[in-house]
């Protein structure tokens, strides 16, 4: 089983790099603060973890997942590489 998922944080500046550091390892970067992919349940849980353990009271992460793999579109609009593309 694989879920599609899609993670944002908003974040202190001091703080960004130890968050995109840890999800590049495992997903795409597409935009600053947005990372998306298709991951096991396994690793899902595993983010979610270090996303935990790194949290502090002004950080803010925001995990949406989907079970349907497939399932979301993407339309991109303005100056926008496509997903994938614009930061690895």
Known sequence: MVVFVLIVYDV?????RHYRKMLRR???HVQYSVFYGDVTPGLLTEIKHDIEEMIEPDDSVLVFEAERVGAVDVTTYGDSDEPGNRFT
């Open 12 to 16: 202190p500046a001091d703080r960004t």
């Open 26 to 28: 495992r997903l795409e």
